[in-house]
């Protein structure tokens, strides 16, 4: 079984209920969606994301250690530097998981517009 962080994962493959939960979960503060923008536009370290936070230290990595937990950025070590950029292959999956959403939705709504438009007997 490949890993849910290994390179190899497809993207088309389904999440599991615990990756969706950790996902929402992710994406549940306005902290967190920050970070993952910036890091979607360039990879940043976690002091140059931190700076820009009126919070701790302490408080951004834990923000990013959520964010990696679900697979949406990726961290390294560059020397004493530890870099943090978007895993779009993660965002891929998760915008394939509220399409999915979006069709199940739209087919109801479909549904009951066929049976609001058929004539009354």
């Known amino acids: 079984m490949v890993a849910r962080n290994d390179p190899r994962s497809s993207e088309r493959s389904e999440l599991s209920d615990d990756d969706i ?5 992710a ?3 306005a902290t967190r969606r920050d970070i993952l923008r910036r890091t979607i536009e360039h990879e940043q370290s976690v002091s140059a ?5 009126d ?12 964010l990696e937990t679900a ?10 530097e530890r870099l943090v ?7 891929a999956r998760a915008r394939a998981l509220l399409a999915r959403y979006e069709d199940l ?14 004539p009354e007997d």
Not at 49 to 53: H, I, K, M, S
Not at 71 to 80: D, P, Q, S, T
Not at 85 to 91: F, G, K, L, N, V
Not at 105 to 118: G, Q
Request: proline share 2%.
């Open 55 to 66: 919070m701790s230290f302490a408080a951004v990595q834990k923000h990013i250690a959520v």
């Open 49 to 53: 994301l931190a700076a820009d936070y």
């Open 85 to 91: 950029r978007a895993d779009p292959a993660m965002i």
């Open 105 to 118: 939705w739209r087919a109801r709504v479909d549904r009951l517009d066929a049976l609001l438009a058929e």
């Open 21 to 25: 939960d950790r996902l929402f979960h």
């Open 27 to 29: 994406l549940a503060t």
């Open 71 to 80: 697979g949406l950025i990726v961290k390294r070590a560059e020397g004493r």
